[in-house]
């Protein structure tokens, strides 16, 4: 800590707390004046110590008081708020400030004035104790200045749409990026620099080019210390396995219960019986033991020139041990007998292909909506309307603020590298850029707050949500003591601030923003256009808003996460989960199919390292854990004992999670808190 001694004569000792963003430090001269309770003030006190360089950025700095510059303040008296002035002389002028406390030594207590904001030169900040509070309730000295800050936060966060043209109704994104999202020193991410530092230290270079020999050739060019084998690689032809996939792995949002089986899929009982236990189809329903996969959605979208995207239906049967197995796979959407309905009884080949088939359509959805748009893309449009209506002394941006770290620069650079014409999406998946933003309008589209994000509710609709049901659903029985623990958390959070239903009609910040949110998803109408937002753009009930919040920390952290980190052990094996396939999937149920046709239908070892690259790097954590804020905006006293029952909560989940993995075979961690992120920060 820079700064200087207590001295014995100095009643006040003022902390600052400078910002770790970009030119955050400042050489002018910075003058604060602190005010108390019965509207005492002292006289400006510079913020210097001699022969220091204070105030620089990241640092912490102390400055005594002098008692001639304190005489009119209450000795004992609280103070209510400070003023800060900056001359704008000097290199650096504007200043970011995180936050300031005034310790007074003679009642030995601290107050604390979060900033969080610029101080520009030659204008006068007034920042109030503890600053939190709803726009109704704001003192009428810093009234306005609330309102301009918002006028300038709505000129710096601007809406873009940056798909192209041709895919009209795409999401919404940031038009220029505000200094203020840019990363800080500790946390940069440069996906090209990783990769070049990945291939150097794996060792694996020399093989850049050509196809794969064999299955042996693929499955031994793992290494020990970096691209360690992944999971998939040790299982990726069993069963078992491609019904983790459903439930455990990237994509676990598709698996309903089956209640009938849809005209568009004829399969009979002469042809399942022998793969589920003997029991007609009938029973099987009765029993809810069929569950059904259906990406009707991927149908009729572009694809790259001699590529195929299959858009197809599986079906899977909860067998007598509790295991979920597919038994049935109809590779499109429209029956006939180019597209035959594959079963287990295939030659094994052959049923292994098409499962290979398969999981390349469910990693196209995968990329392009569980994880790119219905987490990145969806979160950014949420933070862009928060900066544009929420002020930074608002409790619902400060309680937000954590997931919203880093989303729109990281969001920048993955359009600009991975999304980017020739990027890796274009190279290394079947559908390539096109098709990509294609599936994201329509995802946009359909997607509902109040239910796709609203996990239980999501549960409920697909039927899934009696563990006695689906049993090994290891994503839904992790996930909900997470999302209850977030909803408890935001639920004491936010009825602290709101006992009325006034509070939330006279709210207009509140209101505004959540009315952004569903606007029409146009950047020239200013909205994000989200489907099912409750309320409709207008909150009524602190349930609507508990529900709204709750979405938004889950989808910040556990949505990406179980999208995100999963990556590099399930497309780090190309048979396992294949981004991309070769040639045209199999036709009959009865031919055979050889290892050498399987080897064609992968990608090359060109292609197969950038995939490998690709999703290590996207496997990596990069931010603190979720609860644990890589900033603290919350500083109400009575709001902080739900920060810490917030942490308690997820240390007790966290020891939960580990204990079932002890039975679990395999494991489930991507789940466990102390690996899940605040934010989408890679």
């Known amino acids: 800590m820079g700064g200087a001694f207590f001295r014995p004569n100095a009643e006040f000792v003022i902390i600052v707390h400078t910002g770790d963003r970009l030119n955050s430090g400042t050489d002018s001269n910075v003058h604060l004046v602190l005010r108390d309770e019965k509207g005492n003030h002292s006289d400006p006190i510079l913020l210097d110590n001699p022969l220091r360089n204070d105030l620089e950025r990241g640092s912490v700095d102390t400055f005594c008081v002098p008692l001639d510059k304190t ?12 003023e800060i002035t900056s001359d704008n002389s000097g290199l650096g002028a504007e200043w970011f400030v995180d936050r300031i406390h005034v310790e007074n030594k ?7 004035f979060p900033v969080f904001r610029w101080i520009k030169g030659n204008r006068q900040y007034r920042i109030n104790l503890l600053d939190t509070c709803l726009p109704q309730s704001e003192p009428p000295a810093t009234v306005q200045q609330r309102q301009d800050e918002i006028l300038e936060k709505r000129k710096l966060y601007q809406y873009d749409q940056k798909f192209p043209e041709r895919f009209p109704g795409g999401p919404v994104q940031i038009k220029t990026l505000p200094e203020d999202e840019e990363f800080s020193n500790s946390y940069k991410w440069d996906i090209q620099k990783q990769k070049i530092q990945l291939k150097v230290a794996s060792k694996i270079t020399m093989w850049t080019s050509g196809v794969w020999n064999s299955l042996d050739d693929l499955t031994n060019i793992y290494t020990k210390e970096v691209f360690t084998k992944p999971k ?22 598709l698996i309903r219960l089956v209640t009938s089986i849809p005209e568009k899929f004829p399969v009979t009982d002469d042809l399942l019986k022998p793969v589920i236990d003997g029991l007609s189809i009938n029973e099987a329903i009765a029993q809810k033991r069929l569950f059904i996969c259906d990406l009707e959605i991927l149908d009729g979208l572009p694809v790259k020139e001699n590529k195929v995207l299959c858009a197809p239906i599986a079906l899977f049967f909860v067998d007598m041990s509790k295991q979920l197995r597919p038994v049935a796979i109809q590779l499109f959407q429209t029956p006939g007998p180019d597209n035959p309905i594959f079963t287990p009884m295939c030659p094994p080949l052959t049923w292994t292909v098409v499962k290979m088939w398969y999981n390349c359509s469910d990693a196209a959805y995968h990329q392009a909506l569980t994880h790119l748009g219905f987490t990145h893309l969806l979160i950014e449009g949420t933070a862009i309307a928060a900066h544009r209506n929420l002020s930074l002394s608002h409790p619902v941006f ?15 650079r993955a359009l600009e590298v991975l999304v980017a014409d020739g990027g890796w999406i274009d190279i290394a998946m079947s559908y390539g850029n096109k098709g990509l933003f294609a599936l994201v309008v329509k995802g946009f589209n359909q997607w509902r707050m109040d239910v796709d994000g609203t996990l239980p509710e999501d549960l409920k609709r697909r039927g899934v949500d009696d563990p006695n049901v689906l049993p090994s659903y290891h994503y839904r029985d992790d996930a909900l003591l997470i999302y209850n623990a977030i909803k408890k958390y935001a639920t004491s959070y936010l009825q602290l601030y709101y006992t009325t239903s006034e509070h939330l009609e006279k709210d207009t910040e509140l209101q505004d923003w959540v009315a952004e949110l569903v606007k029409e998803r146009n950047f020239s109408e200013g909205g994000v256009g989200i489907l099912g937002v409750p309320g409709n753009g207008k909150v009524s009930s602190i349930d609507q808003l508990i529900q709204i919040v709750t979405c938004v920390i889950f989808t910040c952290s556990v949505g990406h996460a179980a999208a995100n980190f999963p990556q590099y052990d399930e497309y780090g094996f190309p048979p396992n989960y294949p ?26 070892k060109s292609t197969t390292l950038d995939t490998m690259l690709i999703t290590k790097v996207l496997s990596t954590k990069g931010t603190n854990s979720l609860g644990h804020f890589e900033v603290q905006y919350i500083f109400d006293p009575q709001a902080m004992p739900f920060v810490d029952e917030f942490h308690s909560d997820l240390m007790e989940i966290s020891k939960i999670i580990k204990e079932r993995n002890e039975t679990r075979n395999p494991q489930y961690g991507y789940l466990d808190p102390e690996y899940i992120p605040n934010s989408i920060s890679i």
């Open 232 to 253: 998939g690689a040790y299982y990726w032809r069993d069963d078992l396995n491609f019904g983790l996939q459903r439930l455990a792995r990237l994509n676990n949002c």
């Open 579 to 604: 981004a991309m396939m070769n040639g045209n999937p199999p036709t009959d149920p009865q031919t055979s199919v050889t290892e050498k046709d399987i080897l064609d239908s992968l990608p090359d």
């Open 71 to 82: 005489k009119f303040l209450l000795k004992h008296g609280k103070l209510t708020c400070i």
């Open 106 to 112: 003679s009642c030995n207590k601290t107050f604390t």
């Open 398 to 412: 400060k309680l937000l603020a954590p997931h919203f770290l880093y989303v729109m620069n990281i969001n920048k």
